[in-house]
Protein backbone atom coordinates (compact mmCIF):
# COMPACT_ATOMS: atom_id res chain seq x y z
CA UNK A 1 0.00 0.00 0.00
CA UNK A 2 2.87 2.86 1.02
CA UNK A 3 4.58 1.39 -2.68
CA UNK A 4 1.94 1.86 -4.33
CA UNK A 5 1.26 5.49 -2.66
CA UNK A 6 4.62 6.92 -3.62
CA UNK A 7 4.54 5.47 -7.41
CA UNK A 8 1.58 7.98 -7.07
CA UNK A 9 3.41 10.77 -6.06
CA UNK A 10 6.12 10.29 -8.03
CA UNK A 11 4.31 10.75 -10.99
CA UNK A 12 1.94 13.27 -10.39
CA UNK A 13 4.77 15.31 -9.22
CA UNK A 14 7.05 14.47 -12.42
CA UNK A 15 3.95 15.09 -14.22
CA UNK A 16 3.68 18.85 -12.60
CA UNK A 17 7.26 19.08 -13.66
CA UNK A 18 6.76 17.88 -17.33
CA UNK A 19 3.95 20.78 -17.84
CA UNK A 20 5.60 23.84 -16.09
CA UNK A 21 6.68 26.71 -17.98
CA UNK A 22 10.49 26.30 -17.20
CA UNK A 23 12.80 24.25 -18.37
CA UNK A 24 14.28 21.94 -15.23
CA UNK A 25 17.53 20.09 -15.94
CA UNK A 26 19.36 17.89 -13.60
CA UNK A 27 22.66 15.52 -13.81
CA UNK A 28 24.55 13.57 -11.06
CA UNK A 29 28.10 14.02 -9.66
CA UNK A 30 29.64 12.94 -13.17
CA UNK A 31 27.70 15.11 -14.56
CA UNK A 32 25.45 12.97 -16.61
CA UNK A 33 22.22 14.22 -17.27
CA UNK A 34 19.48 12.23 -14.82
CA UNK A 35 16.60 14.53 -15.76
CA UNK A 36 15.33 16.97 -18.62
CA UNK A 37 11.57 18.11 -18.47
CA UNK A 38 9.62 18.55 -21.97
CA UNK A 39 9.74 22.04 -21.16
CA UNK A 40 13.96 22.39 -21.49
CA UNK A 41 13.63 19.85 -24.59
CA UNK A 42 11.74 22.10 -26.17
CA UNK A 43 13.24 25.32 -25.24
CA UNK A 44 16.71 23.72 -25.90
CA UNK A 45 15.43 22.28 -29.25
CA UNK A 46 16.34 18.25 -28.69
CA UNK A 47 14.76 15.13 -27.49
CA UNK A 48 14.59 14.45 -23.89
CA UNK A 49 15.46 10.65 -24.68
CA UNK A 50 18.71 11.33 -26.57
CA UNK A 51 20.85 13.22 -23.61
CA UNK A 52 19.30 11.31 -20.40
CA UNK A 53 22.12 9.35 -19.28
CA UNK A 54 24.82 11.43 -21.53
CA UNK A 55 27.27 14.17 -20.01
CA UNK A 56 25.87 17.68 -19.46
CA UNK A 57 28.20 19.16 -22.25
CA UNK A 58 26.63 17.08 -25.23
CA UNK A 59 23.61 18.74 -24.50
CA UNK A 60 25.13 22.18 -23.82
CA UNK A 61 28.79 22.99 -24.97
CA UNK A 62 29.82 25.35 -22.49
CA UNK A 63 27.53 24.51 -19.43
CA UNK A 64 29.24 25.11 -16.05
CA UNK A 65 26.44 23.63 -14.17
CA UNK A 66 29.35 21.75 -12.49
CA UNK A 67 30.00 24.71 -10.62
CA UNK A 68 27.58 24.73 -7.71
CA UNK A 69 28.54 21.27 -6.68
CA UNK A 70 31.91 22.48 -5.65
CA UNK A 71 30.97 25.64 -4.04
CA UNK A 72 27.70 23.69 -3.12
CA UNK A 73 25.72 27.53 -2.98
CA UNK A 74 23.43 28.46 -5.61
CA UNK A 75 23.58 30.81 -8.16
CA UNK A 76 21.34 32.86 -9.65
CA UNK A 77 20.33 35.18 -13.07
CA UNK A 78 23.28 32.71 -15.14
CA UNK A 79 22.84 33.81 -18.68
CA UNK A 80 23.93 31.13 -21.55
CA UNK A 81 22.96 30.54 -25.23
CA UNK A 82 22.14 27.82 -27.40
CA UNK A 83 20.56 27.52 -30.98
CA UNK A 84 20.41 31.20 -31.32
CA UNK A 85 18.48 31.89 -28.28
CA UNK A 86 18.92 33.20 -24.68
CA UNK A 87 18.24 32.06 -21.31
CA UNK A 88 18.39 32.65 -17.75
CA UNK A 89 18.19 29.89 -15.61
CA UNK A 90 18.85 29.46 -11.32
CA UNK A 91 20.85 26.74 -10.16
CA UNK A 92 21.12 24.47 -7.19
CA UNK A 93 23.42 21.72 -5.37
CA UNK A 94 21.47 18.60 -4.76
CA UNK A 95 21.90 16.80 -1.31
CA UNK A 96 21.72 13.91 0.21
CA UNK A 97 22.16 14.99 3.89
CA UNK A 98 25.51 16.60 3.79
CA UNK A 99 27.01 14.93 0.83
CA UNK A 100 26.20 16.94 -2.71
CA UNK A 101 24.78 14.33 -5.26
CA UNK A 102 24.59 16.39 -8.17
CA UNK A 103 22.99 19.58 -9.30
CA UNK A 104 19.65 21.09 -10.67
CA UNK A 105 18.82 24.10 -13.26
CA UNK A 106 15.78 26.04 -13.32
CA UNK A 107 15.89 28.68 -16.68
CA UNK A 108 13.69 30.29 -19.06
CA UNK A 109 13.85 31.68 -22.36
CA UNK A 110 14.36 35.66 -22.60
CA UNK A 111 15.00 35.94 -26.17
CA UNK A 112 12.01 38.04 -26.87
CA UNK A 113 12.53 40.11 -23.37
CA UNK A 114 15.69 40.68 -24.81
CA UNK A 115 14.58 42.10 -28.45
CA UNK A 116 11.53 43.68 -26.69
CA UNK A 117 14.14 45.66 -24.15
CA UNK A 118 16.50 46.89 -27.02
CA UNK A 119 13.68 47.75 -28.92
CA UNK A 120 12.55 49.93 -25.93
CA UNK A 121 16.08 51.22 -25.10
CA UNK A 122 16.41 52.25 -29.18
CA UNK A 123 13.05 53.94 -28.71
CA UNK A 124 13.97 56.10 -25.74
CA UNK A 125 17.10 56.97 -27.13
CA UNK A 126 15.55 58.11 -30.37
CA UNK A 127 13.13 60.17 -28.48
CA UNK A 128 16.08 61.49 -26.59
CA UNK A 129 17.30 62.51 -29.59
CA UNK A 130 14.68 63.59 -31.46
CA UNK A 131 13.77 65.98 -28.40
CA UNK A 132 17.43 67.30 -28.22
CA UNK A 133 17.23 68.73 -31.80
CA UNK A 134 13.76 70.29 -31.27
CA UNK A 135 15.09 71.99 -28.02
CA UNK A 136 17.89 72.87 -29.74
CA UNK A 137 16.79 74.20 -32.87
CA UNK A 138 16.78 77.65 -34.31
CA UNK A 139 14.20 76.90 -36.19
CA UNK A 140 9.94 77.76 -34.77
CA UNK A 141 8.92 73.91 -34.83
CA UNK A 142 6.06 72.11 -33.50
CA UNK A 143 5.03 68.42 -33.31
CA UNK A 144 1.37 67.29 -32.56
CA UNK A 145 -0.49 63.77 -32.34
CA UNK A 146 -4.01 62.68 -34.24
CA UNK A 147 -5.98 64.78 -32.37
CA UNK A 148 -3.99 68.23 -32.22
CA UNK A 149 -2.04 67.89 -29.15
CA UNK A 150 1.47 69.39 -28.75
CA UNK A 151 4.46 66.84 -28.40
CA UNK A 152 6.94 68.55 -28.66
CA UNK A 153 8.33 71.90 -29.91
CA UNK A 154 11.54 73.61 -30.25
CA UNK A 155 12.86 76.24 -27.89
CA UNK A 156 12.57 78.98 -29.99
CA UNK A 157 9.62 78.83 -30.78
CA UNK A 158 8.50 78.59 -26.76
CA UNK A 159 10.66 81.69 -26.30
CA UNK A 160 8.67 83.43 -28.69
CA UNK A 161 5.32 82.48 -27.57
CA UNK A 162 6.18 83.52 -23.91
CA UNK A 163 5.41 79.97 -22.99
CA UNK A 164 7.49 77.32 -20.94
CA UNK A 165 7.67 73.28 -22.24
CA UNK A 166 5.45 72.50 -19.27
CA UNK A 167 3.02 75.36 -20.89
CA UNK A 168 2.84 73.72 -24.16
CA UNK A 169 3.33 69.92 -24.21
CA UNK A 170 0.10 68.07 -23.80
CA UNK A 171 -2.72 70.86 -24.29
CA UNK A 172 -4.03 71.06 -27.81
CA UNK A 173 -2.28 72.80 -30.12
CA UNK A 174 -5.46 75.87 -30.74
CA UNK A 175 -4.59 76.56 -26.84
CA UNK A 176 -0.86 77.33 -27.25
CA UNK A 177 -0.46 78.49 -31.25
CA UNK A 178 -2.84 81.38 -31.81
CA UNK A 179 -4.61 81.36 -35.43
CA UNK A 180 -3.04 77.34 -36.04
CA UNK A 181 -3.89 74.66 -38.75
CA UNK A 182 -2.27 72.04 -37.32
CA UNK A 183 -4.87 70.33 -35.96
CA UNK A 184 -6.61 70.08 -39.05
CA UNK A 185 -3.91 68.65 -41.11
CA UNK A 186 -3.61 66.56 -38.68
CA UNK A 187 -6.72 65.80 -38.93
CA UNK A 188 -7.43 65.79 -42.85
CA UNK A 189 -3.55 64.34 -43.75
CA UNK A 190 -3.27 67.33 -46.33
CA UNK A 191 -0.18 69.19 -46.87
CA UNK A 192 -0.01 72.93 -46.04
CA UNK A 193 3.21 74.69 -47.42
CA UNK A 194 4.12 78.60 -47.43
CA UNK A 195 1.05 79.60 -45.69
CA UNK A 196 0.39 83.06 -44.07
CA UNK A 197 -0.06 82.86 -40.84
CA UNK A 198 -0.34 85.75 -38.10
CA UNK A 199 1.29 85.45 -34.74
CA UNK A 200 1.54 88.36 -32.16
CA UNK A 201 1.01 91.05 -34.92
CA UNK A 202 4.04 89.06 -37.44
CA UNK A 203 2.94 87.71 -40.41
CA UNK A 204 4.53 84.49 -41.45
CA UNK A 205 5.24 81.61 -43.61
CA UNK A 206 4.64 78.33 -42.32
CA UNK A 207 4.71 74.57 -43.97
CA UNK A 208 2.53 72.52 -42.30
CA UNK A 209 2.86 68.88 -42.94
CA UNK A 210 1.06 65.18 -41.88
CA UNK A 211 3.10 62.37 -40.73
CA UNK A 212 2.18 58.62 -42.07
CA UNK A 213 2.97 55.70 -41.12
CA UNK A 214 1.06 52.58 -43.02
CA UNK A 215 -0.52 54.75 -44.42
CA UNK A 216 -2.03 56.17 -41.36
CA UNK A 217 -2.48 59.43 -40.17
CA UNK A 218 -0.73 59.94 -36.93
CA UNK A 219 0.13 63.43 -36.30
CA UNK A 220 1.57 66.49 -38.12
CA UNK A 221 5.02 68.33 -38.15
CA UNK A 222 4.94 72.40 -38.31
CA UNK A 223 7.72 74.82 -39.55
CA UNK A 224 8.03 78.61 -39.60
CA UNK A 225 10.05 79.06 -42.75
CA UNK A 226 10.02 83.29 -42.57
CA UNK A 227 9.28 84.39 -39.47
CA UNK A 228 7.85 87.57 -41.21
CA UNK A 229 7.41 88.53 -45.05
CA UNK A 230 9.50 90.95 -45.07
CA UNK A 231 11.88 88.13 -44.56
CA UNK A 232 10.52 86.59 -47.41
CA UNK A 233 10.89 89.81 -49.56
CA UNK A 234 14.59 90.02 -48.55
CA UNK A 235 15.35 86.22 -49.31
CA UNK A 236 13.27 86.51 -52.65
CA UNK A 237 15.41 89.41 -53.72
CA UNK A 238 18.21 87.98 -53.07
CA UNK A 239 16.84 84.56 -54.66
CA UNK A 240 16.53 86.97 -57.68
CA UNK A 241 20.14 88.24 -57.79
CA UNK A 242 21.69 85.11 -57.64
CA UNK A 243 19.44 83.90 -60.48
CA UNK A 244 20.32 87.04 -62.17
CA UNK A 245 24.38 87.10 -61.83
CA UNK A 246 24.31 82.98 -62.22
CA UNK A 247 22.44 83.83 -66.06
CA UNK A 248 24.96 86.06 -66.59
CA UNK A 249 27.92 83.77 -65.94
CA UNK A 250 26.31 81.39 -67.94
CA UNK A 251 25.60 84.08 -70.49
CA UNK A 252 29.61 84.75 -70.73
CA UNK A 253 30.37 80.38 -70.63
CA UNK A 254 28.25 80.58 -73.47
CA UNK A 255 30.10 83.32 -75.72
CA UNK A 256 33.63 82.05 -74.50
CA UNK A 257 32.65 78.73 -75.86
CA UNK A 258 30.76 80.19 -78.87
CA UNK A 259 31.94 80.83 -82.72
CA UNK A 260 33.25 84.75 -82.26
CA UNK A 261 33.42 85.33 -85.65
CA UNK A 262 30.90 84.94 -89.05
CA UNK A 263 31.82 85.17 -92.46
CA UNK A 264 31.03 88.60 -92.45
CA UNK A 265 33.77 89.33 -90.19
CA UNK A 266 36.16 87.32 -93.49
CA UNK A 267 37.35 90.44 -95.67
CA UNK A 268 38.11 90.23 -99.00
CA UNK A 269 36.88 91.09 -102.87
CA UNK A 270 39.26 88.76 -104.90
CA UNK A 271 37.97 85.89 -106.79
CA UNK A 272 39.75 83.45 -105.07
CA UNK A 273 38.40 84.40 -101.45
CA UNK A 274 34.93 84.93 -102.77
CA UNK A 275 34.74 81.56 -104.20
CA UNK A 276 36.40 80.17 -100.79
CA UNK A 277 33.55 81.88 -98.71
CA UNK A 278 30.94 80.52 -101.17
CA UNK A 279 32.03 76.95 -100.51
CA UNK A 280 32.53 77.40 -97.11
CA UNK A 281 29.12 78.33 -96.59
CA UNK A 282 27.73 75.33 -98.22
CA UNK A 283 29.99 73.23 -96.69
CA UNK A 284 28.78 74.84 -93.07
CA UNK A 285 25.06 73.84 -93.94
CA UNK A 286 26.90 69.57 -93.86
CA UNK A 287 28.01 67.88 -91.15
CA UNK A 288 30.61 66.58 -92.40
CA UNK A 289 34.03 66.95 -91.02
CA UNK A 290 36.53 70.11 -92.73
CA UNK A 291 39.86 70.58 -93.09
CA UNK A 292 41.66 74.23 -93.66
CA UNK A 293 44.66 74.42 -95.08
CA UNK A 294 46.95 77.50 -95.67
CA UNK A 295 50.03 79.38 -94.43
CA UNK A 296 50.56 80.56 -91.28
CA UNK A 297 48.45 83.82 -90.36
CA UNK A 298 46.14 83.46 -93.26
CA UNK A 299 42.96 83.46 -91.00
CA UNK A 300 42.26 79.47 -91.06
CA UNK A 301 40.78 80.10 -87.16
CA UNK A 302 38.02 82.83 -88.80
CA UNK A 303 37.13 80.60 -91.43
CA UNK A 304 36.66 77.91 -88.53
CA UNK A 305 34.39 80.17 -86.52
CA UNK A 306 32.57 80.76 -89.41
CA UNK A 307 31.54 77.93 -90.60
CA UNK A 308 30.33 76.94 -86.90
CA UNK A 309 28.08 79.61 -86.56
CA UNK A 310 26.58 79.27 -90.24
CA UNK A 311 26.01 75.48 -89.51
CA UNK A 312 23.05 74.01 -87.37
CA UNK A 313 25.28 73.85 -84.67
CA UNK A 314 25.53 77.47 -84.23
CA UNK A 315 23.99 77.48 -80.85
CA UNK A 316 26.13 74.34 -79.03
CA UNK A 317 29.54 75.01 -78.19
CA UNK A 318 32.87 75.89 -79.86
CA UNK A 319 35.44 74.70 -78.77
CA UNK A 320 39.47 75.52 -79.88
CA UNK A 321 42.22 72.95 -78.90
CA UNK A 322 45.96 74.15 -80.39
CA UNK A 323 47.92 70.88 -81.00
CA UNK A 324 50.71 72.40 -81.27
CA UNK A 325 50.79 74.05 -77.67
CA UNK A 326 50.13 71.42 -75.56
CA UNK A 327 52.37 68.72 -74.90
CA UNK A 328 52.05 65.12 -76.58
CA UNK A 329 51.86 63.68 -73.09
CA UNK A 330 48.65 65.78 -71.90
CA UNK A 331 46.80 66.32 -74.74
CA UNK A 332 45.10 62.78 -74.75
CA UNK A 333 43.59 64.37 -71.15
CA UNK A 334 43.11 67.29 -72.74
CA UNK A 335 41.44 66.31 -75.31
CA UNK A 336 39.28 63.19 -73.27
CA UNK A 337 39.08 64.11 -69.58
CA UNK A 338 40.09 62.70 -67.47
CA UNK A 339 38.97 60.43 -63.99
CA UNK A 340 39.79 60.95 -60.21
CA UNK A 341 42.98 59.50 -59.17
CA UNK A 342 44.19 58.93 -62.89
CA UNK A 343 47.73 60.00 -62.49
CA UNK A 344 49.77 62.07 -59.95
CA UNK A 345 48.19 65.36 -59.64
CA UNK A 346 45.12 64.62 -61.02
CA UNK A 347 41.85 66.96 -60.19
CA UNK A 348 39.83 65.74 -57.32
CA UNK A 349 36.68 64.48 -58.75
CA UNK A 350 38.48 64.14 -62.48
CA UNK A 351 37.74 66.72 -65.66
CA UNK A 352 35.82 66.89 -68.30
CA UNK A 353 38.02 66.68 -72.11
CA UNK A 354 36.87 69.27 -75.09
CA UNK A 355 35.43 67.19 -76.78
CA UNK A 356 32.76 66.54 -74.06
CA UNK A 357 32.36 70.24 -73.82
CA UNK A 358 32.08 70.34 -77.54
CA UNK A 359 28.92 67.91 -77.51
CA UNK A 360 26.16 69.04 -79.90
CA UNK A 361 28.88 71.53 -81.49
CA UNK A 362 31.91 71.87 -83.07
CA UNK A 363 35.88 71.31 -81.91
CA UNK A 364 38.53 72.97 -83.97
CA UNK A 365 41.60 71.08 -84.27
CA UNK A 366 44.56 73.43 -85.05
CA UNK A 367 47.68 72.35 -85.95
CA UNK A 368 46.45 69.02 -86.32
CA UNK A 369 49.76 68.48 -88.31
CA UNK A 370 51.81 68.33 -85.03
CA UNK A 371 50.13 65.89 -83.30
CA UNK A 372 51.96 62.63 -82.86
CA UNK A 373 50.86 59.27 -84.19
CA UNK A 374 49.91 57.92 -81.05
CA UNK A 375 47.48 60.61 -80.36
CA UNK A 376 46.34 60.01 -84.23
CA UNK A 377 45.30 56.19 -83.48
CA UNK A 378 43.69 57.57 -80.67
CA UNK A 379 41.34 60.65 -82.67
CA UNK A 380 40.98 57.95 -85.21
CA UNK A 381 39.13 56.09 -83.35
CA UNK A 382 36.81 58.37 -81.75
CA UNK A 383 36.04 59.55 -85.14
CA UNK A 384 34.94 56.30 -86.30
CA UNK A 385 33.47 54.93 -83.13
CA UNK A 386 31.83 59.04 -81.80
CA UNK A 387 32.71 57.76 -78.47
CA UNK A 388 35.22 59.00 -76.08
CA UNK A 389 37.04 57.55 -72.83
CA UNK A 390 38.50 59.58 -70.26
CA UNK A 391 42.24 58.41 -69.37
CA UNK A 392 41.85 55.98 -66.47
CA UNK A 393 38.29 55.47 -66.87
CA UNK A 394 36.33 51.90 -68.21
CA UNK A 395 33.28 53.53 -69.58
CA UNK A 396 33.02 55.39 -72.68
CA UNK A 397 30.40 58.19 -73.57
CA UNK A 398 28.88 58.93 -76.62
CA UNK A 399 29.60 62.31 -78.51
CA UNK A 400 27.89 64.49 -81.60
CA UNK A 401 30.77 66.20 -82.12
CA UNK A 402 31.56 68.66 -85.94
CA UNK A 403 35.41 68.39 -86.48
CA UNK A 404 36.98 71.09 -88.09
CA UNK A 405 40.72 70.77 -88.28
CA UNK A 406 43.50 73.11 -89.59
CA UNK A 407 47.19 73.02 -90.35
CA UNK A 408 49.95 75.03 -92.19
CA UNK A 409 51.48 72.22 -93.19
CA UNK A 410 51.16 69.67 -96.24
CA UNK A 411 49.53 66.93 -95.15
CA UNK A 412 49.62 64.55 -98.12
CA UNK A 413 53.57 64.75 -98.14
CA UNK A 414 53.16 64.07 -94.56
CA UNK A 415 51.15 60.89 -95.05
CA UNK A 416 53.98 59.51 -98.00
CA UNK A 417 56.67 60.22 -95.10
CA UNK A 418 54.69 57.90 -92.86
CA UNK A 419 54.53 61.00 -90.43
CA UNK A 420 50.65 61.11 -90.51
CA UNK A 421 48.34 58.25 -90.45
CA UNK A 422 46.65 57.79 -93.76
CA UNK A 423 43.40 56.51 -92.49
CA UNK A 424 43.34 59.74 -90.16
CA UNK A 425 44.11 61.83 -93.06
CA UNK A 426 40.79 60.70 -95.30
CA UNK A 427 38.83 60.82 -92.49
CA UNK A 428 39.63 64.81 -91.79
CA UNK A 429 40.15 65.48 -95.55
CA UNK A 430 36.09 65.27 -96.28
CA UNK A 431 35.83 68.50 -97.71
CA UNK A 432 39.34 70.65 -97.92
CA UNK A 433 39.47 74.24 -97.98
CA UNK A 434 42.45 75.78 -99.12
CA UNK A 435 42.86 79.71 -97.71
CA UNK A 436 44.93 82.08 -100.70
CA UNK A 437 48.06 83.84 -98.73
CA UNK A 438 47.84 87.19 -98.67
CA UNK A 439 50.48 87.75 -101.83
CA UNK A 440 48.05 86.17 -104.07
CA UNK A 441 45.04 88.81 -102.80
CA UNK A 442 47.03 91.98 -103.61
CA UNK A 443 43.52 93.61 -104.22
CA UNK A 444 42.08 92.92 -100.84
CA UNK A 445 45.21 94.68 -98.60
CA UNK A 446 43.49 97.79 -98.95
CA UNK A 447 40.22 96.86 -97.51
CA UNK A 448 41.66 94.60 -94.70
CA UNK A 449 44.30 97.32 -93.77
CA UNK A 450 41.68 99.97 -93.80
CA UNK A 451 39.61 97.66 -91.47
CA UNK A 452 42.51 96.56 -89.45
CA UNK A 453 43.45 100.00 -88.62
CA UNK A 454 39.40 100.59 -87.40
CA UNK A 455 39.66 97.26 -85.47
CA UNK A 456 42.80 97.91 -84.04
CA UNK A 457 41.86 102.41 -83.09
CA UNK A 458 39.02 101.32 -81.08
CA UNK A 459 40.89 98.67 -79.35
CA UNK A 460 43.57 101.18 -78.62
CA UNK A 461 41.01 104.30 -77.75
CA UNK A 462 42.83 106.19 -80.58
CA UNK A 463 41.55 108.28 -83.58
CA UNK A 464 43.18 107.77 -86.79
CA UNK A 465 41.35 109.47 -90.84
CA UNK A 466 43.31 107.88 -92.92
CA UNK A 467 46.12 105.96 -94.48
CA UNK A 468 48.59 107.88 -97.01
CA UNK A 469 48.26 106.56 -100.62
CA UNK A 470 51.96 106.01 -100.51
CA UNK A 471 51.63 103.79 -97.55
CA UNK A 472 49.09 101.59 -99.61
CA UNK A 473 51.44 101.12 -102.38
CA UNK A 474 54.10 100.11 -100.10
CA UNK A 475 51.46 97.47 -98.28
CA UNK A 476 50.80 96.42 -101.82
CA UNK A 477 53.86 95.87 -103.13
CA UNK A 478 55.22 94.03 -100.09
CA UNK A 479 54.97 90.04 -100.00
CA UNK A 480 53.54 89.35 -97.01
CA UNK A 481 54.99 86.15 -96.03
CA UNK A 482 53.08 86.18 -92.29
CA UNK A 483 50.18 87.02 -94.33
CA UNK A 484 47.31 88.84 -92.23
CA UNK A 485 48.93 88.15 -89.31
CA UNK A 486 52.23 90.39 -90.31
CA UNK A 487 49.80 92.99 -91.91
CA UNK A 488 48.16 93.74 -88.70
CA UNK A 489 51.39 93.44 -86.63
CA UNK A 490 52.66 96.24 -88.98
CA UNK A 491 49.61 98.35 -88.52
CA UNK A 492 49.19 98.47 -84.82
CA UNK A 493 53.69 99.31 -84.67
CA UNK A 494 52.67 102.34 -86.73
CA UNK A 495 49.70 103.23 -84.85
CA UNK A 496 51.58 103.28 -81.89
CA UNK A 497 54.72 105.98 -83.71
CA UNK A 498 52.04 108.60 -84.32
CA UNK A 499 52.50 111.27 -82.43
CA UNK A 500 49.68 113.87 -83.07
CA UNK A 501 49.13 112.68 -86.67
CA UNK A 502 45.90 111.34 -87.62
CA UNK A 503 47.35 109.83 -90.57
CA UNK A 504 49.58 106.75 -90.95
CA UNK A 505 52.34 108.08 -93.34
CA UNK A 506 55.33 105.79 -95.03
CA UNK A 507 57.44 106.89 -91.61
CA UNK A 508 55.70 105.03 -89.52
CA UNK A 509 56.33 101.74 -91.46
CA UNK A 510 58.98 99.10 -90.73
CA UNK A 511 62.42 99.58 -93.08
CA UNK A 512 61.76 96.15 -94.68
CA UNK A 513 58.30 97.45 -96.22
CA UNK A 514 59.77 101.17 -97.07
CA UNK A 515 62.95 99.56 -98.65
CA UNK A 516 61.17 96.98 -100.44
CA UNK A 517 61.81 96.44 -104.09
CA UNK A 518 58.55 97.97 -105.08
CA UNK A 519 56.63 95.84 -107.73
CA UNK A 520 53.02 96.80 -109.26
CA UNK A 521 51.43 95.22 -112.05
CA UNK A 522 54.62 93.50 -112.85
CA UNK A 523 56.47 96.50 -113.57
CA UNK A 524 59.36 97.66 -111.97
CA UNK A 525 59.11 101.39 -110.31
CA UNK A 526 61.42 104.08 -112.80
CA UNK A 527 64.28 105.23 -111.13
CA UNK A 528 62.98 109.13 -110.98
CA UNK A 529 59.93 108.04 -108.64
CA UNK A 530 61.86 105.64 -106.63
CA UNK A 531 64.41 108.74 -106.08
CA UNK A 532 61.52 110.92 -105.11
CA UNK A 533 59.90 108.61 -102.96
CA UNK A 534 63.28 108.04 -100.97
CA UNK A 535 63.97 112.17 -101.04
CA UNK A 536 60.18 112.97 -99.49
CA UNK A 537 60.81 109.82 -97.04
CA UNK A 538 64.01 111.52 -96.19
CA UNK A 539 62.92 114.90 -95.52
CA UNK A 540 60.02 113.69 -93.85
CA UNK A 541 61.67 111.71 -91.23
CA UNK A 542 64.20 113.99 -91.32
CA UNK A 543 61.50 116.91 -89.82
CA UNK A 544 59.93 114.88 -87.69
CA UNK A 545 63.61 114.10 -85.76
CA UNK A 546 63.79 118.28 -85.30
CA UNK A 547 60.17 118.37 -83.77
CA UNK A 548 59.06 120.58 -87.72
CA UNK A 549 61.85 123.18 -87.18
CA UNK A 550 62.65 123.58 -91.25
CA UNK A 551 65.40 126.01 -90.58
CA UNK A 552 67.25 123.45 -88.29
CA UNK A 553 65.68 120.62 -90.89
CA UNK A 554 67.32 122.58 -94.24
CA UNK A 555 70.88 122.78 -92.11
CA UNK A 556 71.03 119.03 -91.24
CA UNK A 557 70.20 117.75 -95.34
CA UNK A 558 72.44 120.50 -96.33
CA UNK A 559 70.27 122.09 -98.81
CA UNK A 560 68.83 126.23 -98.07
CA UNK A 561 65.13 126.71 -96.39
CA UNK A 562 64.11 127.73 -100.12
CA UNK A 563 64.48 124.56 -101.57
CA UNK A 564 63.56 122.44 -98.25
CA UNK A 565 60.27 124.97 -98.73
CA UNK A 566 59.81 124.13 -102.40
CA UNK A 567 60.34 120.31 -101.90
CA UNK A 568 57.91 120.54 -99.15
CA UNK A 569 55.48 122.26 -101.97
CA UNK A 570 55.97 119.43 -103.85
CA UNK A 571 55.11 116.76 -102.00
CA UNK A 572 51.93 118.20 -100.86
CA UNK A 573 53.00 119.38 -97.24
Known amino acids: ?320 VNCAAIPSELLESELFGYEEGAFTGAKKGGKIGKFELADKGSIFLDEIGDMDMKMQAKLLRVLQEKEIERVGGNTTKAIDVRIIAATNKKLDKMVEEGKFREDLYYRLNVVTLNIPPLRERVQDIKLLAKYLVDKLCHNMGIIVTNISEEVMRYLTNYSWPGNIRELENVLERALNLLDKETIIESHHLPTKIVENVSVSNGNIEDLQSTLARMEKEIILKCLKSVNGNKKEAAKRLNISRTSLYQKLEKYGY
Open 1 to 320: MKHTENAYVYNTLKTLIDICDEGIVAIDRDENVTYLNNTAAAMLGVEAKDYIGNKMKNLIEDTTLYRVMKTKKPEKDVHFSKNNRDFIAYRMPIFNGEEVIGALAVFKDITDYNRMDKELINEREHSKILETIFETAYDWVVLVDKDGVVTMMSQTYLDFLGLKKEDAVGRHVTEVIPNTRMHIVAKTGKSEIGEIQEIKSNHMIATRLPIVIDGKVIGAVGKVNFKDISDFNTMAKKVFNMEKELEYYRDELKKERAGKYSFESIVGVSSGIVKLKSMSQKVAKRSSNVLILGESGTGKELFAHAIHNFSMRANGPFIK
